[in-house]
């Protein structure tokens, strides 16, 4: 008998799913927006699917997957664009939707398991007088958890900043993978070493996060004749404190042709700035968009948007849903993940879009950053190969801008500094001492290796 047939026969009542076209596909998250991590990981599948039902099932795995050596890859929705939830070395992938509800809500902080899926929980709070302060383009199908355990920011983040900003995450509950599996909570910044870490250090069963009142937001559209004249408008608004916000994003005039959902409101070669805004702006905002000679093509209400089938709320043409726009008509194309210093924002934006005129398509998000407001960008790349991308990324860094490298599969390679960290090797020693939560995905186990 197999390790992971010894696994499965001692899981007792948990369901599990072993079809292999079904454990294929859930073995596979949007990791293909990069065509360097397609070639990586094109081949690797998990073994068989597991589903807990609550803690207690998710203990017994941790137990269980300790006792037969079999690497466990927690998967929310799939929706990550970086290999988060793809198992590389087999094992179990453990689905946790069915971990999936608002526990309370009270005074701006909510409780709620983690793989509730991000639209039922918004919803579940709007009944309650609240919404979600921050989610991803893949609002629709993608988990808390998962958002948690993979992202960095996303719609609301023009107001609230990323999700490792103070306030955003106030706590956590997590199975660990111990001489003991136990489960655990951690508050505010001691959560730091789970949150970000795509289920290396912990499997997250429970989240408390701030919550802000609902608002009956409003889809706007206003394009521009140039890209220059497009940013400034969309920095402006974003400096601007009497105007809530919940997006402001901005898009050179090679993107609309590739958005289905509003193409045809939009001139031809024009720039758009896409926002999300409150009743109580709109009428200051279409002021100050005529005043910067800027065209409102398109308006909604973002809740029957997203409540509509067959429509697309304007968010879903933002952050990593800009790419997806894009690859759905033209797979030769990728992206890359850029922060733009909040000094000389819109001028080093400049340089770079002057730099690579035909390799690519500039997307802005704008967000808080340091007690300044700055942006970052998202630009759609032309893919001829690795080579001239690893050049596009050192010409970034080379004049000041930041690049978390979405072409590699690691925590650390992904984010701004790349290197390994002692102190995430030390979460990870404490809490998986076997290395079995979704290996491949830490560069600082090779600590942990070397070590023996």
């Avoid at 292999?20 to 081949?43: E, G, H, I, T």
């Avoid at 509509?308 to 849903?321: I, M, Q, R, V």
């Avoid at 925590?411 to 998986?432: F, T």
Wanted: aromatic residues 8%.
């Amino acid at each position: 008998m197999s390790s992971v047939e010894t696994f499965l026969s001692l899981l007792g009542d948990i369901p599990v799913q072993t079809v292999p076209a079904l454990v294929k596909r859930k073995s596979r998250d949007f990791y293909w927006y990069s065509p360097v991590l397609k070639r990586q990981l094109d081949s690797c599948f998990g073994d068989c699917i597991v589903m807990p039902r609550n803690e207690e099932d998710l203990l017994h795995i941790a137990r269980v997957a300790r006792e037969t050596k079999t690497p466990l890859t927690p998967r929310g929705g799939g929706t990550g664009n970086y290999g988060q939830a793809v198992p590389m070395e087999g094992g179990a992938v453990v689905e946790m939707t069915e971990l999936n509800k608002l526990l309370w809500v009270k005074d701006g902080v909510a409780r709620v398991q983690a793989g509730m899926n991000m639209l039922d929980l918004d919803r579940a709070l709007h009944e309650r007088g609240w919404e979600v302060r921050m989610y991803p383009s893949t609002k629709r199908t993608a988990t808390i958890g998962g958002f948690i355990a993979g992202g960095s920011g996303g719609i609301g983040s023009v107001r609230w900043g990323g999700l490792s900003s103070p306030g955003n995450i106030l706590g956590l509950r997590f199975v660990t993978l111990g001489e003991n599996p136990e489960a655990l909570e951690l508050r505010g910044s001691d959560a730091r070493g789970i949150l970000h870490t795509y289920g290396t250090t912990g499997l997250i069963t429970e989240l408390e996060i701030g919550v802000e009142p609902a608002v009956d937001w409003q889809d706007m559209a206003i394009s521009f004749g140039t890209f220059e004249e497009a940013a400034v408008f969309a920095r402006d608004i974003a400096l601007q404190a009497g105007i809530q916000k919940k997006l402001v994003s901005v898009v050179d005039g090679d993107l609309p042709p590739f958005f289905a959902s509003v193409r045809e409101h939009v001139p031809d070669g024009a720039s758009l700035v896409i926002l999300m805004i409150a009743p109580a702006g709109i009428e200051t905002v279409k002021a100050l968009a005529e005043a910067a000679n800027g065209h409102l093509c398109y308006e909604a209400n973002t809740r029957e948007a997203e409540d509509t089938s067959g429509a697309t709320p304007l968010y879903e043409l933002t952050w990593n849903h800009t790419t997806l726009q894009v690859l759905k008509k033209d797979r030769g194309y990728t992206y890359l993940q850029c922060g733009y210093p909040h000094v000389g924002t819109l001028e080093k934006v400049a340089e770079i879009r002057a730099l690579f005129p035909d390799d690519l398509m500039m997307h802005l998000e704008f967000f808080p950053m340091g007690g300044h407001v700055s942006c970052a960008a998202l630009p759609v790349i032309h893919f001829t190969d690795e080579e001239r991308l690893n050049y596009i990324i050192a010409e970034h860094e080379k004049r000041g801008v930041n690049i978390a490298n979405p072409h590699v599969v690691t925590i650390e390679e992904g984010g701004m500094h790349r290197v390994a960290s002692p102190a995430l090797a030390a979460i990870k020693k404490r809490y998986d001492p076997m290395l079995l939560l979704n290996p491949g995905k830490m560069l600082s186990v090779k600590t942990l290796k070397a070590e023996g």
